[in-house]
């Protein structure tokens, strides 16, 4: 059974930054994508970036390109998402997320059929 963690979160002020760790477990990934995504309070689940383990990162959020990054590493099962230059508006609980890759996964949540608990992160101004 796939199984994902993430950790990481915090309290942070604007400007700072995080990383994310999303461990994964219970599978072979190779064949995988993985997603994130967050949701702000009052508003639907929304895609943050996705990669693939062999290549890593694909796309991101017009949102947050240029201040957010995800790093795969293989040998430790786990996906990192470094979030830099944040703002208030990125406060949210913060999933990642897998599907396989032959299933084409994209944008969507519906996308992604396995998920984290999520980590909140919150940022002050």
Known sequence: QVQL???GGGL?????????????SGG???GYSM???RQAPGKEREFVGRAIWSGG???Y???VKGRFTIITDNAKNTVYLQLNSLKPEDTAV????AAAQYLVPRNYPSDYLYWGQGTQVTVSS
Do not use: H, I, K, P
């Open 5 to 7: 963690v993430e950790s």
């Open 12 to 24: 942070v002020q604007a400007g700072g930054s995080l990383r994310l760790s999303c461990a994964a």
């Open 28 to 30: 072979t990934f190779s």
């Open 35 to 37: 997603g994130w995504f």
């Open 57 to 59: 990162a694909l796309s």
């Open 61 to 63: 959020a017009d949102s």
């Open 94 to 97: 913060y999933y990642c997320a």
